[in-house]
């Protein structure tokens, strides 16, 4: 595409390049083949998924660009506009270290463009959330919060944690939510809930504690 540029992703060069136009893709290399000793391999243009959330005032979904990258057998799960940028500021960003936020300047989910990415803080992010009439005071109000699922605090965090597809097939194993937060990019307080039986599944996958006790 005229005045795409493409780069290198952090900890994923050889394997994988981001653009500036928020396209992600794999790139021409040679892997090991048990029978032909190696094998060429093209690089493509990764499909990405959709990740939907209700907008809780206007009933509109909001999106969420999703990309797997799998390096060795090991599969990766990011949120396809913290990839971006990323790969185009130089700097990686980690929610609990940083506390930052990737958000889409123009609300488009759909349009991840460098040029259209912006690192906020939660505090500004909730007040953007507000201004552009996605929730309201009165939702926070009036919700029956007796219900919802003690996701906060360090222990929960810490617990390991399994990631299955809806089929029940295992995906990955992680050491604490926090671990399952930045290698997939899902909410850990989703991650949290989902785990605990408050919700079925979490962004397309089911959630299980694993019991260390015997």
């Known amino acids: 595409m005229k005045g795409e540029i493409w780069k290198y992703i952090p900890g994923f060069e050889g394997y994988y390049m981001a653009s500036n136009f928020g396209r992600v893709k794999s790139v021409d290399r040679t892997i090991p083949h048990t029978r032909l000793y190696s094998q060429f391999v093209e690089g493509r243009i990764l499909s990405q998924s959709i990740a939907k959330n209700r907008n809780l005032r206007t009933g509109e979904p909001m999106i969420d660009l999703r990309v797997s990258l799998n390096v060795e057998g090991t599969q990766y799960y990011f949120n396809t506009r913290r990839v971006i940028y990323q790969t185009f500021k130089n700097k990686k960003l980690d929610y609990v270290r940083d506390g930052l936020y990737i958000i889409n300047k123009d609300g488009n989910g759909y349009n991840n463009r460098i040029s259209n990415l912006k690192a906020v803080t939660k505090s500004e992010k909730s ?85 260390k006790r015997k």
């Open 127 to 211: 007040q953007r959330v507000f201004k552009r009439e996605r929730q309201t005071n009165d939702y926070l109000r009036t919700a029956d919060r007796s219900k919802w699922p003690k996701t906060y605090g360090g222990y929960a965090r810490s617990k390991a944690v399994k990631q299955y597809t809806l089929n029940g097939k295992l995906v990955a194993h992680f050491e604490s939510v926090n671990e399952a937060q930045r290698k997939t990019g899902c909410d850990p307080k989703g991650i949290s809930a989902a785990a605990k039986g408050f919700y079925a599944q979490w962004r397309g996958y089911k959630w299980k504690f694993i019991n």
